[in-house]
């Protein structure tokens, strides 16, 4: 947080800042060095966030009526 004072300031100043430098103030919270450490981060949250979606959906009541559903025959 940089405090409604500095964000003023920035916004009246029409500040603009490269990513190391918003990281040590506080706007941003990571900074990736190039593209292939972006995607390594990306591709990880992507892997956590399917596994907590099948841990929510495995095994809960709609999951478990649509497994005991009658097969429905073409």
């Known amino acids: 947080m940089v405090g409604r004072e500095n964000?003023?300031?920035m916004l009246a100043l029409?500040?603009?800042f490269d990513a190391d430098?918003?990281?040590r103030i506080g706007l941003a919270d990571m900074v990736f060095v190039d593209d292939k450490q972006f995607d390594d981060w990306i591709a990880g949250r992507r892997s956590m966030r399917e596994r907590e979606i099948f841990i929510e959906t495995w095994g809960a009541p709609s999951h478990l009526k649509a497994l005991s559903a009658p097969k429905k025959m073409k």
């Open 7 to 9: 964000a003023l300031k």
């Open 14 to 16: 029409g500040s603009i």
């Open 21 to 23: 430098e918003a990281k």
